[in-house]
């Protein structure tokens, strides 16, 4: 069929709008009509060639919107569901089998490397090859194919455009403190890097009651948004040294960082502020060969760093239950959410980049 996608030809390039062909479902395919679509800074690195992705591809892995149709073998879903799509995993590995598909022996195959599992495309122009498949969906489209394992049901009283986001930077950020950190009420922690991640880690060491939460970051809008989403304390880095500041409050340390820049210095610094026993969690993706220096003996008195993807989640558990919070306003992360157009990418890309916003959600 017949559908507009934005694609990326060259490095760094800017998003061309095309019309490309895109297959028929498989057996164990969903085609989706997409509705929205998050733009995430992975999106990003694999623009800049920082991910193994071919070009040309169409990326995008925050989709949601409404089936069309479905493979012979699909039985989770049926034409008319809203649908939020995610990472996707084999399901066969030993890590997907412990419940753990972020961390899928066949991540890097299935989720960057632009083809379905047995290296075939699902997109093409006239005979021309067009990566896709990225994360299993390529959302930055009208319509994408995703696998019956990363498509979720949703419900329908909830606008469809708004759910995207939750397939990867919500549930990264709430999973990385509710399941990765468990973080315990009362508790502190700081989080360095105020984008969409680092804000939706935010509203969840809120949610679960952390008694201090302090914010780390260069720009100062992004600072006063997160005290809207539950900040205690903020720090802009540009300005003040985090660890002088945050151990002048908290003399021992804090109970956990997490750090969503992917920058040496900043995980150094959410290193530091740790207090003995306490433990800190990397989100930020840096480019392949990055080191931060660390000082070993901070170490020894019990404290930890840890990697996190996807926070520790699983889809299908964790959507339903941010759905019920977002219901009941105690968990707002639309409030993040400004809508662009699809032909208005490369303006929604800029605005990330800037940190004019904090989510850019396309709207095919």
């Known amino acids: 069929m017949k559908i507009k996608a934005a694609v990326v030809r060259e490095k760094s390039g800017l998003f061309q709008i095309e019309e490309l062909d895109l297959e028929d479902p498989r057996e164990d395919e969903v085609l989706v009509r997409i509705e929205g679509c998050g733009i995430c800074h992975t999106d990003l690195s694999a623009r800049d060639q920082l991910t193994p992705s071919p070009l040309p591809i169409v990326l995008g892995h925050e989709g949601s919107g409404v089936v069309e149709k479905v493979g012979s073998r699909v039985r989770k879903v049926k034409p008319g569901d809203h649908v939020v799509l995610s990472a996707m995993f084999c399901g ?22 632009g083809t379905r599992a047995d290296g075939s495309v699902t997109m093409q122009k006239g005979g021309e090859k067009v990566y896709a498949s990225f994360f299993g969906q390529s959302s930055f489209a009208s319509h994408a194919l995703a696998n019956e394992r990363n498509t979720v049901v949703v419900p329908k009283d909830i606008p469809i455009e708004v759910l995207g986001p939750l397939g990867c930077g919500v549930r990264t950020g709430v999973g990385s403190v509710i399941h990765s950190l468990d973080a315990k009420a009362g508790s502190s922690i700081a989080v360095f890097g105020t984008g969409s991640v680092g804000m939706n880690a935010i509203l969840a060491a809120s949610l679960v009651g952390c008694a201090k939460i302090f914010a780390v970051d260069l720009i100062e809008e992004k600072l006063a948004k997160a005290v ?12 003040t040294d985090p660890v002088k500041e945050i151990l002048h409050i908290c003399e021992e340390g804090i109970d956990y960082s997490l750090d969503c820049t992917g920058n040496p210095g900043a995980i150094r610094q959410a290193v530091d502020v740790l207090a003995p026993g306490g433990t800190c969690g990397l989100i930020g993706a840096p480019p392949p060969g990055t080191e931060a220096n660390l000082d070993v003996l901070h170490f020894l008195p019990g404290r930890r760093v840890i990697g996190i993807m996807g926070g520790d989640t699983i889809p299908e558990i964790i959507f339903p239950e941010l759905i019920d919070l977002y219901r009941q306003d105690r968990f707002p992360f639309d409030r993040m959410i400004r809508f662009y157009p699809l032909e208005a990418i490369n303006e929604a890309v800029s605005d990330c980049e800037n940190g004019k916003i904090l989510k850019a959600v396309l709207r095919p």
């Open 92 to 113: 066969t590995c030993s890590w997907c089998k412990k419940g753990k598909p972020d961390i899928c022996s066949s991540t890097f195959q299935l989720n960057f490397f």
């Open 228 to 239: 809207v989403f539950g900040a205690t304390h903020t720090v802009n880095s540009g300005k």
